[in-house]
């Protein structure tokens, strides 16, 4: 059974600082995608990482696929309130397109 | 561009009732995924569907729970004789093919059985 363990679950920081979410498998994963979920809404997709060692920057979102594709981390640098929410990693399970979900990780950025 | 599209967004049940849910892919998406998400705990993939065909329903509880994706129309995942063990919030995703291809998901519809 493929598993994705996130961490921290929860994470309560202040506005301006950077934080690391990670994403870690004993499995390997074709790709791996990031979503964030707002309260009452579905997951909306960050990016999506395909190549192991590849890095995707997205403001500032930082995302890093391991060189063996079973671990994934989302750095964010000066966090804002804005960024307040529940962040989801979830991998591709090779050759049926179903996604593995991690816990997510409950972001909170106080002013 | 619509995107998923899913409804209805709320759901009320009574115990033993049954619960429709609709979804209808992005345009030019053939491929549908759904996922439930219980209370404090992450998604967890039921099925996957392309036009007529189930092709993986691995997640899906063996007894009261289905889904159809028919060629006109959309994904219906449907529940029988509800349970409150039913009630959480059920999510639609659809990609353009599938395998690697990037999942987008809809607003999701929240079960309720009381």
């Known amino acids: 059974t493929q598993l994705l363990e996130q961490s921290p679950q929860f994470l309560s920081i202040q506005e301006g600082e950077n934080l690391t979410v990670y994403c870690n498998s004993s499995s390997v994963f074709s790709s791996l995608q990031w979503y964030r979920q707002e309260p009452g809404e579905g997951p909306v997709l960050l990016v999506t990482?395909?190549?192991?060692?590849e890095v995707k920057k997205l403001k500032r979102l930082t995302f890093q696929f391991g060189d063996a594709r079973k671990d994934s981390s989302l750095h964010i640098t000066a966090a804002q309130p804005g960024d307040t929410g529940l962040y989801l990693c979830?991998?591709?399970?090779?050759?049926?397109?179903?996604?593995?979900f991690g816990q997510g990780t409950t972001l909170q950025v106080k002013p | 561009n619509a995107g998923v599209m899913q409804n209805p967004r709320h759901l009320v049940r009574r115990r033993g009732q049954e619960a429709r849910l609709r979804c209808s892919p992005m345009?030019?998406?053939?491929?549908v995924y759904w996922y439930r998400q219980l209370p404090e705990e992450g998604l967890k993939f039921m099925v996957y569907l392309q036009k007529e065909n189930i092709i993986d329903e691995s997640g899906m509880p063996k007894e009261r729970f289905s889904a159809e994706f028919p060629k006109e129309g959309p994904s219906i995942l449907r529940i029988q004789q509800v349970v409150r063990g039913d009630s959480a919030a059920y999510f639609c995703a659809s990609s353009s093919s599938g395998m690697e291809e990037t999942q987008y998901f809809g607003p999701g519809t929240r079960l309720l059985v009381l």
């Open positions: 979830a991998g591709a399970a090779g050759n049926t397109g179903k996604l593995i």
């Open positions: 990482v395909v190549t192991g060692g």
């Open positions: 345009k030019g998406h053939s491929h």
